[in-house]
């Protein structure tokens, strides 16, 4: 819309909502710390990128932390998961159980999201996100507040805020605290109608 000379003060970015119910207080996660992603299994998702950070991360701490991947598609094969746990698509019950038990969401989709729903069902939960700065992303993902943006596949500094987060409790526990007191609200049902009433 910018581009074809729509002005600003025309356009409003109206946020998506998450059905999951939020979880808190907030409760703090045990070693190993588990890193999760989900989606469709597909070159432009970015899934080769988390099984890199997995291998990398592995390599220099094999037992701090454990990788899953949820989800399928047709390039499945085309995909090594042997150094991750792979359980394929879950029920909403299952996925919710997933994100309750994290310690990071990793949303690594390398084309233009027009906005990203997994990330906001990962913070319902307050499960913080680490993901790739493409299209929508920014609607949700403010970076320090509820997680952290990264240039697109810039798996080495993600890498590092990886370590960080684990060795730095008190910023993690920061993060979580941050998203039930900021944004819980805003990604919810009735904030998304109320901002459909008021344009209307």
Known sequence: ?????IPDFKIKVISYFSR???????????????????????????????LDLAKSVQYKSPNLFSFEVIGD?????????????YHGWQSKAQLLQHFRESFL??????????????GIEALSQGVPVLAFDVGGVKDWLENGINGYL??????????????????????????????????RKKNSLPAHLNQLKYIY
């Not at 819309?1 to 000379?5: A, N």
């Not at 598609?73 to 746990?85: L, Q």
């Not at 810039?154 to 805020?161: D, K, V, W, Y």
């Open 20 to 50: 999951y119910t939020p979880v808190y207080p907030f409760k703090t996660k045990d070693p190993p710390y588990k890193i999760l992603w989900v989606g469709r299994i597909s070159k432009t998702k970015g899934l080769s990128y988390f």
């Open 105 to 118: 969401l990793v949303f690594t989709s390398i084309y233009p999201e027009a906005f990203g729903l997994v």
């Open 73 to 85: 598609g047709i390039e499945r094969k085309n995909f090594d998961f042997s150094n991750v746990v």
């Open 1 to 5: 819309l910018q581009k074809l000379g």
């Open 150 to 183: 990264f240039n697109k596949k810039n798996i080495s500094t993600m890498e590092r805020t990886v370590f960080y987060l684990a060795e730095n409790p008190e910023k993690y526990v920061e993060l979580c605290q941050s998203i039930f007191e900021k944004k």
